[in-house]
């Protein structure tokens, strides 16, 4: 390197070094201090296929207080590795009421039939997503129930807090890797009675049935 820069008058980079072992004498890379990092592909961003995309930071601060009935967050419970079987979930913000319906696949037309089966007949006025897939269809699911949408920013799953701690619960009667082809819509839904009529601290140790019950004869 010290000819090279007498001759050029400039540095022989270690970069230079790698680059020429690389192409001319592959095998010698085994003896090299750092080794070559592997360049990750860059993937559509978290959201970039969801179309008219309303960012949660968008989201009326009477939702974000849970000041009102009827504002909604929506997540997948998957099943174990190789089971296109999995649960939607709903978590009413302000009572906590927990919903799950089994779906055969996470598709974005599964995700729509199940939403609109699951709430209808309660009023809805905004949906929490995250940037999963499967919830592309918010638009016509929003036509449906009258609602809104928002999603979360990527990997922040703490801003769907309500349905991330339901999620918890559930995962004490179905853990992970729990096969979902294997469990009933009977068992499922004595599941969600069971985690509705369990009395809550933080709602003056009234049951989310009770509360929601009670909410939503009022609307």
Avoid at 39 to 63: A, C, D, L, Q
Avoid at 177 to 196: D, H, P, R, Y
Wanted: charged fraction near 30%.
């Amino acid at each position: 390197s010290v000819k090279w820069k007498e001759k050029t008058g400039k540095n022989f980079s270690h970069t230079s070094i790698y680059k020429l072992i690389k192409e001319h004498r592959p095998e010698w890379q085994k003896w090299l201090i750092y080794k070559r990092k592997r360049h990750r592909s860059h993937k559509v961003p978290f959201g970039g296929k969801i179309p008219n995309r309303s960012n949660i930071s968008e989201r009326p601060e009477v939702v974000n207080l849970r000041q009102r009935f009827g504002d909604f967050e929506v997540d997948t419970v998957l099943s174990c590795k190789g089971v296109k079987t999995c649960l939607a979930v709903f978590v009413e913000r302000k009572t906590r009421m927990y919903f799950l319906a089994k779906m055969k696949d996470k598709s974005a037309s599964e995700m729509f039939a199940v939403a609109v089966n699951t709430l209808k007949g309660i009023e809805v006025k905004t949906m929490t997503y995250d940037n999963g897939t499967e919830n592309t269809k918010h638009e016509e699911i929003n036509e449906i129930l009258n609602c809104k949408s928002f999603f979360c920013n990527a990997y922040h799953s703490w801003e769907k807090g309500s349905i991330e701690n339901r999620n918890k619960i559930l995962r004490q009667f179905f853990p992970k890797g729990t096969n979902f082809n294997l469990i009933s819509e009977e068992q499922i839904s004595k599941i969600q009675e069971m985690i509705n009529n369990r009395p809550m601290k933080l709602l003056g140790w009234k049951t989310p049935a009770d509360l929601f019950s009670s909410l939503r004869s009022g609307c």
